[in-house]
């Protein structure tokens, strides 16, 4: 099986595996509680696709530490911050890192149902965005074999347009 690990070796992009690791380690050491969201995380969760940045899901009170913490790194780290929005516009936010990670390679990791519930958000928030995001959820439905009951997973504002990206993804 191809891990996200190899697959960024493979793309040449092994700065980008090596910054995650090491934050990563860093911020474990400190006890930050923190989540691996965008698409490392998609990634991660078996859609091996390339990026160019890390995307931190860190709580508020510890964002200036974990700027710290990764200031300085040969690949952007950017922080989302929990209790903000998925997308402008919607009623979904971003999670505590603490209730919503799973361990994938090692890593922190947003939970599948938690990132695709951000990424249907942010897609539909951002209309410059949406077909990525929405890319990325089709690429994730297909990976896990995901049907329509797993929308009761997620918030109801996204629950349509996941069990019409999963009619997309089956036909």
Not at 27 to 34: K, Q, R
Not at 36 to 54: F, P, Q, S
Not at 62 to 70: E, G
Not at 116 to 133: D, F, V
């Amino acid at each position: 099986m191809l891990t996200a690990r190899r697959t960024y070796e493979i793309l040449e992009n092994q700065s980008l595996w090596a910054v995650a690791t090491h934050v990563h380690d860093l911020l474990a050491a400190e006890g930050i509680p923190h989540a691996i969201v965008g698409g490392v995380a998609v990634c991660l969760h078996g859609y091996r696709r390339n990026t160019v940045d890390l995307d931190l899901l860190v709580n508020r009170e510890d964002a200036v530490r974990v700027s710290d913490i990764a200031r300085d790194r040969a690949v952007r780290v950017k922080l989302v911050l929990a209790g903000d929005r998925e997308g402008p516009g919607q009623p979904t936010v971003f999670p505590d890192p603490a209730n919503a990670v799973t361990m994938i390679e090692d890593l922190p990791v947003l939970t599948l149902a938690h990132l695709i519930q951000a990424k249907l958000a942010c897609g539909l928030g951002n209309l410059r965005r949406t077909h990525k995001h929405f890319a990325d959820v089709v690429e994730l439905i297909t990976m896990h074999d995901l049907g329509k009951a797993f929308a009761t997973r997620l918030h109801k504002s996204v629950r349509a347009e996941f069990k019409a990206l999963v009619q997309n993804a089956q036909g």
